[in-house]
């Protein structure tokens, strides 16, 4: 053998060995993805000085995508539905623009949202044929029946399927059953689980390396799925706006993992999830939840349509971003700590006080559901405040719900507390919120049996089964409570008062927000230590707070107030930065009525806050002190 053939076979040797090591690390994929977008193309959160949000938004979610687009192949980019309803974007171009800069970006599929269908199967193929002019990407949902509006399969498919260094992925979808849609003439299947099953086996029949689905279902049912649906390699998730530090692993029927992976909302952040694929083995490698904060960069070009579109914004609803409206001295979440028996929230506090400031009933109540967002410390404008409270679609005005009043008996009050209660560890969007009432429930009683109804307070004295009470709601609980639930309600008032600026006029009144969680709502269980009945009230006192005087002062002021039933009482002072800074009650108090003075000598100028709390009332005051 000559010299030449050596070096030739020793070629061939190595270029074969090249690609058995490729073939032997097998095929690496990316998949990107973010879920629950709900119209927020620009950055919310903790603002700047020229009140430009920090947090999420579209275009700075562009920037993390394209710069791992850049640097790794075979990237998929995916979003698990509900990118309408939520923000001014929405109200004012029902999603058409966050669609087409979707194609911009280069998503590879979106699954279909339940909140896509609350303006009704015509918008949203009018959002989908104007967000997709020019070029479009799958939107897929497996378990929609399109039979009643077939115009829609011009752009709804079951599965779409992308071929990834020569791996075949299958990607499914599927949309929430939820009894709040408004999908009909579409039928949104609820046999999920079969679906899903049939589903695998058509990609796989198809050739699929591997199986994503892309799911709008909520965690708890994709955790179902996984568990009794095989093929299934991971499940990008939406619907419960959790974000998922590390994938839920759960074993499928042939004691395979499944990946389950949720990124937030709001494009706050974006999930990364890394697998490999080698002769048909898929394999997980690693995941991480990317934030997208205040040090990510918007994309310039992205950033320019969004400003143009606010301009659109402005032109319609006034200048929505650039006026104060006021400041909240805390987060106030819109959601339940799992970890805390007190389940009322600050943001529901402070929507159904706003209620009650407009309409002077004696209860007003909304679901954790109906709250979409929460209040970020700092400075507040009015889309701040309208994305708390930005579902429902109200023609006349472009804006979200209206107000409600009606009357209703105590009992069938509390079967609407019920109704609330019904779907504890299912799907906290139907639990209430209140003001001007509080109670206590166990979540281990039967459906329908779950409030202590010796616990009920209204306006703190104890519910009388046979009394009418007015309520506040908004249109949309009014519907829940009345055809869902089947609660009896009498004189339901529909008033000419949104509440989006029922709630923006509460926020400029108080000016300075202090919320925070106040005992409206207590969980209990079967193993709690049954509590004494001290709560007297012989003289007929009412809880009040009552403003301090001289207010302003230096240094003295005196805060009188009232407690309507015996209990542990505090009043307590606090400094604009939400800082404790005294102490003038901690202690038992009987119902009756108190004067506390407070010597300010030590403290320097300034707005300070007393906060009253007994028995489940909290009520929050300013006072000025000037030296």
């Not at 303006?119 to 949902?141: E, H, M, Q, R």
Request: proline letters at 4%; glycine letters at 8%.
């Amino acid at each position: 053998m000559n010299k030449v053939n050596s070096f030739l076979i020793a070629v061939v040797i190595l270029i074969f060995s090249s690609v058995n090591l490729i073939i032997a690390q097998g095929t690496s994929i990316t998949i990107l993805h973010t879920n629950d977008s709900h119209s927020h193309l620009d950055a919310v959160g903790p603002k700047t000085c020229n009140l430009e949000g920090t947090l999420g938004g579209i275009a700075k979610a562009a920037t993390v995508i394209g710069m791992i687009k850049q640097s790794e192949t075979n990237v998929l980019t995916l979003h698990a539905g509900d990118f309408s309803v939520g923000d001014f974007f929405f109200n004012k171009y029902f999603g058409a623009p966050e669609l087409q800069i979707m194609k911009m970006i280069g998503f590879d599929a979106l699954t279909v949202g339940n909140h896509e269908f609350d303006l009704g199967p015509s918008t949203l193929n009018d959002v989908l044929t104007a967000g997709f002019a020019g070029g479009s990407f799958p939107v897929i949902s497996a378990n929609l029946d399109l039979t009643g509006y077939p115009a829609l399969n011009n752009f709804i498919q079951p599965y779409t399927i992308k071929n990834l260094g020569g791996v075949k992925v299958g990607i499914f979808g599927m949309t929430i059953p939820s009894p709040l849609s408004n999908a009909y003439p579409v039928i949104i299947r609820e046999d999920v689980a079969e679906i899903a099953y049939a589903t695998v086996v058509e990609l796989q029949s198809q050739g699929c390396n591997t199986i994503i689905f892309l799911s709008h279902l909520g965690s708890l049912i994709d955790e179902q799925i996984a568990a009794n649906v095989p093929g299934i390699n991971f499940i990008i998730g939406g619907h419960d706006h959790y974000a998922f530090a590390q994938p839920v692993v759960i074993m499928n029927p042939e004691s395979k993992p499944v990946y389950i992976c949720q990124a937030g909302s709001y494009y706050q952040n974006i999930g990364k999830l890394k697998f490999t694929v080698d002769n048909g083995i898929v394999t997980y490698d690693n995941y991480q939840l990317i934030p997208v904060n205040a040090g990510v960069p918007a994309v310039p070009e992205i950033k320019a349509v969004i400003d143009e579109l606010k301009l659109g914004i402005k032109a319609q609803f006034g200048d929505v971003y650039h006026i104060i409206d006021g400041f909240a001295l805390l987060d106030m979440n819109a959601d339940n700590q799992p970890s805390s028996r007190i389940k009322d929230t600050p943001m529901g506090n402070l929507v159904t006080d706003s209620y009650r400031n407009k309409t002077h009933t004696k209860i007003a109540i909304t679901a954790n559901g109906l709250i979409a967002e929460k209040i970020y410390r700092g400075a507040i404008t009015s889309a701040d405040i309208f994305r708390t409270v930005s579902y429902g679609y109200d023609t006349t005005t472009g804006l979200d719900f209206k107000l409600a009043t009606f009357d209703i008996l105590g009992s069938e009050l509390v079967k609407g507390l019920e109704v609330g209660l019904s779907m504890i560890g299912i799907d906290d969007d139907f639990f209430l919120q209140v003001s001007g009432m509080s109670f206590k429930y166990n979540p281990a009683n039967a459906v329908g049996e779950r409030v202590i109804l010796s616990s009920v307070k209204i306006n703190w004295m104890p519910l009388n089964p046979n009394k009418k009470y007015s309520v506040t709601v908004n249109e949309g609980l009014l519907g829940i409570l009345t055809s869902l639930g089947g609660v009896e309600v009498e004189n339901i008032n529909i008033l000419p008062v949104l509440e989006y600026k029922g709630l923006r006029d509460y926020v400029r009144k108080l000016r300075v927000l202090f919320y925070s969680p106040e005992g409206r709502i207590k969980e209990v269980n079967s193993g709690d230590a049954v509590e004494s009945s001290e709560e007297t009230n012989p003289q007929g006192y009412d809880y009040e707070l009552k403003d301090n005087y001289p207010n302003p002062f230096n240094p003295l002021t005196t805060i009188n107030y009232q407690l309507a039933a015996n209990g542990f009482t505090s009043l307590k002072i606090y400094d604009v930065l939400g800082k404790e800074v005294a102490t003038l009650v901690n202690e038992k108090q009987d119902a009756g009525t108190y004067s506390v003075q407070w010597n300010a000598s030590v403290y320097s100028s300034g707005v300070y806050f007393y906060k009253l709390q007994s028995n489940g009332f909290v009520q929050t005051k300013r006072m000025i002190l000037t030296k």
